[in-house]
């Protein structure tokens, strides 16, 4: 996390980010145009337009449309959920809409699909929390979020194995050498996210007066010295997030964990979802274990909301899966209902919510974000 105490929407931060993400999914979207696919109902080659205009809707296709729009709502509702439960009810569902909406706009304006965590942490104290409280909820979130990572992929693999689909695609493109060595990267991948997870979880709900210690002391060193009154109050507001993390009862992290594997398992059944409208069944398990094989790549893209990474990345690891007669509009519907969506509910929520927490004294407060 970055240092957080001013505005992080402020027009000139986001206007940037906003044109080099959508430039990225047109440039992408419009080479995809210019590609001719198989016509299911031909079996010629025609242009992806002239395909979609034949596209004949049925009943499977529209419960797979009102479905998506579900998962796109359950998503919402499942972090909201989330977010009341780690804030003990102190924020009402209007203001976890407009905190969702606003750390998700965060997270389409800054590099790979995991970004806006500190944009968070000023969000939560805009809406009258405390830093220490605010720093508490975004761990919580992010801690929780690696844990549903780490069970759902063996989870996920083993099903996928179990209906005879391979885990890791055939990589297009003739990109023999990363095929071969996908799973070992995967593997080393998911080692660290653990290793990480499990250094976290130590330094900062088992032993955080280890790590309040360590911080004073660091900041002494001569390096240090001119930063030392900035480390002592993030090391002290750390310190209150962990001890308010460390007094929950297991029955409120089991909630809050139910609330974040309903919002991941809607999130990723979206695309199941867009799959669906296109071709008679899906493959469920072996959908989302690939989606999982793609967010680990997405989590690196220095591309605001992995712009271009995911419009590539989806082709990459499921034309097995479907094919590319409709890869195009599949890449469209699903940018838009996890991207694009987030950029037009942000541009009307945030004048709004600025005009309403104007007011708020405590932003005012100096704040050393990790």
């Known amino acids: 996390m970055a240092v957080t105490k001013t505005n992080p929407f402020r027009w000139q931060r986001w206007i940037w980010p906003v044109l080099i993400g959508t430039s990225a999914t047109a440039a992408i979207v419009w080479w995809g145009f210019q590609q001719e696919v198989i016509d299911p109902m031909t079996q010629e080659r025609a242009h992806p337009l002239d395909v979609l205009r034949s596209f004949q809707w049925d009943s499977r296709s529209l419960a797979a449309a009102v479905g998506l729009l ?31 909406i606003l750390w998700e706009l965060a997270s389409a304006m800054t590099p790979s699909v995991v970004g806006g965590s500190a944009a968070a942490i000023w969000i939560l104290k805009r809406e009258g929390m405390r830093w220490g409280k605010s720093i508490a909820t975004v761990f919580a979130t992010a801690l929780m979020d690696e844990l549903f990572y780490l069970v759902a992929v063996p989870l996920m693999f083993g099903l996928a194995l179990l209906s005879n689909h391979p885990i ?19 593997g080393l991948a998911y080692a660290f996210i653990a290793a990480l997870t499990t250094v976290i979880l130590w330094a900062l709900v088992i032993r955080p007066e280890f790590t309040h210690r360590k911080l004073i002391k660091a900041s002494g060193w001569n390096a240090l010295r001119g930063w030392k009154n900035h480390i002592t109050q993030w090391a002290d507001d750390l310190f209150e997030a962990s001890q308010s993390l460390r007094s929950q009862t297991r029955h409120f992290w089991g909630q809050a964990f139910f609330a974040t594997c309903f919002s991941w398992l809607a ?101 050393i974000a990790p």
């Open 168 to 186: 890791f695609p055939e990589i297009p493109y003739g990109l023999d050498g990363i095929e071969s060595s996908l799973p070992l990267l995967f």
């Open 267 to 367: 999130r990723f059944a979206t695309l199941n979802m867009v799959f669906l409208i296109f071709q008679n069944s899906v493959p469920h398990a072996a959908l989302i274990a690939r989606q999982l094989v793609l967010w680990l790549v997405l989590t690196i893209s220095p591309t605001p909301g992995s712009s271009g990474a995911a419009e590539l990345g989806l082709p990459a690891v499921t034309s097995d899966l479907m094919g590319t007669t409709y890869i195009v509009i599949v890449i469209l519907l699903w940018r838009f209902s996890t991207y694009f969506l987030y950029l037009i509910m942000g541009a009307f929520v945030l004048p709004r919510w600025l005009l309403k927490t104007r007011n708020s004294e405590s932003v005012r407060e100096p704040f």
């Open 70 to 100: 579900g998962c796109i709502v359950l998503r919402d509702l499942g972090y909201m959920r989330r977010l009341r439960i780690l804030t003990h009810q102190q924020l009402n569902w209007r203001q976890t809409f407009d905190s969702i």
